[in-house]
């Protein structure tokens, strides 16, 4: 066994690397503790020269040099985007590089081709940090899972947007104003269209559906809706009835009638039961819902974001590698297949469509108030074979109108018949408005 | 790399035993897609002969003779218990097999000889099913945050203990009441003292403290108080004061007044705050929460026990152990050490006693209608050096009682100062009982 010290190069010296930078000044002695083997930055990739950190480490804007170093074993990429980064990497990768990266959007993206440049090369790519920060869910799934059936997960995997649902929720703000706090307290960015959009959480979606299932990465096939509808009207009459509108991807395995198997990728805000532990993750705060066979449910939650959770996340990674290298000594080493399966078992389950999706709803529409009109909405309902669950007719919050709200809660229904139905119900005389629509799952096994 | 299938020896077909056989059958393709490596199970151990598993597998109820087969790569122990289970495992080792285990109760108080004589001989003894089932929490641990420090952790590690706590809760049942139910459900055994005293919970503690800070397992040095005498008016005081009462084990680390590192071992029912995800689980569920530098505070919640859960947990590990043999093909294969720390730098960090642990408290006396006797109870508190909370007098919740209970919270204070405080209090003629004290932990950061 080699033991001397296995050396980083960290790529990007911001909020992150300066993060991993502190920890290992930190909590040295305890990883070594762990691993018996001593873990050493040796070059940093940044663009302007940094004094807050050990002179001992060279400093280069080169990243291309900085990854052909010999003192370099695994190259840490936190820079972010997707162009600079997935050339240096890739580049990393034919030096013989180890991966580790936090990097959701490349891998999202990018990640089949960059996983078989790996595979190819005998090196690994670890993303720990690309999902849910400090929560090792990726470690979960690909390992402590690793003897399940995977049905279904369900995931607050946004900080930014949980935050602002939390709000919503509990000071009665609206979208536009919370969304301002967020980007005044450094949640959100300048431009949150990744955020309340929902693109980073089907980022992740996208990475946490290949390791449950065993699929190849699909990020363009996720749907994606995201926070900037929900209405504070909505958000009350959510409590109203015992939920609670979070910000949730899905992926979901289920059996089609034609018997085929197929896979539902989706982002959007839904209501969930209040009491549900998932509906009490509040703030910037992540949470992970694994439905699988034999372990039934389990939860994961922490920090989604920081310096600290993500550096956490990182760092786990190295030591991982550390191990490995450690007992192997060769640079094949590494037991866990990226995308948790063996990559020529990976199965081209169709991903379904948003038509095809089943999910409950929430319906909120605008009637006049004329008692017909029940009748008619439910005609229309039942023709579309869609079951109601509950009907709320409630005086309006906002009293200057004089129309009447009316809240549908129906049973999953296939999203065509959903639509279907919907169209009829807008061409109603006596339906005043377009009908708002929010998905529901009662979270149950 | 060898690719013939890894060969199991399954001892003791009880729920979980049988468990594992099932999970086997139902997901051997899953496993084998995610480790690219069959696993069979070549031989039983059980008592009688048993006709509902495959005829393929050898049965046998001579134990010493199954661990010393050739065809036999890993030994999985299911039969709980600490006489012959030890027996049993230590001779595998010699034998140099590979050990899974359950069996919380022998690792807690054997497993520093167990580890020691693995390590001596090369082999590793995998022990993800003996702490929360299905949770993954000791790989969590030991690997997902080994960057960290871990400054706490806060587990409901018995279910049976929490189905009991929630019962008393939501139905206003009686512990006696619930207890009977539980064990009429299979819940808890017929002598339920392990679960309903705290010592299953001990158990469990006392593994996930050795690999949360790298000590030995001191099972012996752990406080442990059970839920026997928690009553249903403690119960709704604790509601009305916005607090849950939960059966939970702790594992802290201090830094004590000398300077000196101290760490408590303690399994107690605590006051948790209403609102915090833990006071929000529920049922025969299990959940631990983590305090970490830097990741913060993380929580894992799914099914503790049951044939399902427990049999995940045993294959995950089963799936770590090819995928270490599949690389390495060597009997000395393993990347973490059994207690998460290299064994060599475990530190002999001294567990404090009972006297020096320091929580906050709920305290409930009955006194005599009489104004004077808060003055002299608070004026012991403050000369004990501990800092009242909130007091709160409330009309009895039994009519037929003439004396009336008060109710204090006090601020986290050492239990030494507490004990001394008690003892004068209950001196007091105007104190007609004794004090019931329970303590109280707000779980911030």
Redesign the interface.
């Known amino acids: 066994m080699n033991n001397r010290p296995i050396q980083l190069a960290i790529l990007g010296l911001g909020t992150v690397g300066t ?1 991993v930078v ?2 290992l000044q ?2 040295l002695d ?2 070594t ?4 083997r001593e873990i050493k930055i040796t070059h940093v990739g940044t663009r302007r020269n940094r004094t807050d950190i050990p002179t001992d480490i060279k400093q280069s804007a080169d990243l291309l040099a900085i990854i052909q170093q010999d003192d370099v074993d695994i190259v840490v990429e936190l820079m972010g985007g997707t162009t600079t980064a997935k050339e240096v990497i890739l580049a990393a990768i034919e030096h013989g590089k180890h991966i580790v990266t936090a990097n959701k959007a490349l891998l999202a993206e990018h990640g089949n081709e960059i996983f078989a440049k790996a595979d190819a090369n005998g090196v690994k790519v670890a993303y ?1 940090a690309a999902v849910a920060g ?3 869910i990726i ?2 799934l ?8 995977i049905d279904w997960l369900a995931g607050i995997i946004n900080g930014t947007g949980n935050f602002i649902m939390t709000e919503m929720r509990d000071k009665k703000r609206d979208f536009a104003d919370v969304l301002a706090e967020a980007q005044a307290l450094g949640y959100a960015e300048a431009d949150p269209t990744f955020d309340v959009e929902g693109i980073d959480a089907a980022h992740k979606l996208t990475l946490l559906a290949s390791i449950a299932f ?1 699929i190849p990465l699909q990020f363009d096939k996720v749907y994606c809706e995201g926070i900037t509808k929900i209405t504070q009207q909505d958000v009350r009459y959510a409590n109203e009835l015992g939920y609670r509108i979070k910000h949730l991807g899905f992926a979901k395995r289920r059996i089609l009638d034609s018997g085929e198997e197929g896979i539902e990728l989706r982002v959007h805000p839904t209501l969930i039961p209040k ?1 549900v ?1 998932l509906a ?2 509040n703030g910037v705060k992540n949470a992970i819902m694994v439905d ?12 989604g974001a ?4 993500t ?6 990674d ?3 590698m550390v ?2 290298l ?3 000594n060769d640079s094949t ?5 990226h995308l ?3 990559p020529e ?1 990976l199965n081209n389950t169709r991903i379904l469509s948003s038509d095809e999706m089943i999910t409950g709803y929430y319906l909120r529409l605008q009637v006049k108030d004329d008692l017909g009109v029940l009748a008619e909405v439910t005609r229309i309902l039942s023709e579309s074979k869609i079951s109601i669950d509950a009907i709320l007719q409630q005086p309006a919050h906002d009293d200057t109108s004089t129309d009447l709200p009316v809240i549908i809660m129906v049973d999953p229904v296939v999203e065509r018949n959903m639509n279907e139905a919907i169209a009829k119900i807008e061409a109603l005389d006596t339906v005043t408005d377009k009908v708002i629509r929010i998905r529901l799952d009662e979270l149950m096994q």
Do not use: C, H, W
Request: hydrophobic content about 40%.
């Open positions: 993060g502190e920890l930190n909590n305890e990883m503790r762990r691993t018996g720990e400090g929560i090792p470690k979960i690909r390992e402590g899972l690793a003897a399940n059936k065993g009491q532990l009490n993750v699988a066979e034999p372990v039934g449910q389990t939860l994961y939650y922490g920090s920081g310096a600290g959770a550096a956490s996340a990182v760092m786990a190295v030591v991982d191990r490995a450690a007992e192997t080493a590494n037991l866990v297949p948790a399966f063996q078992t």
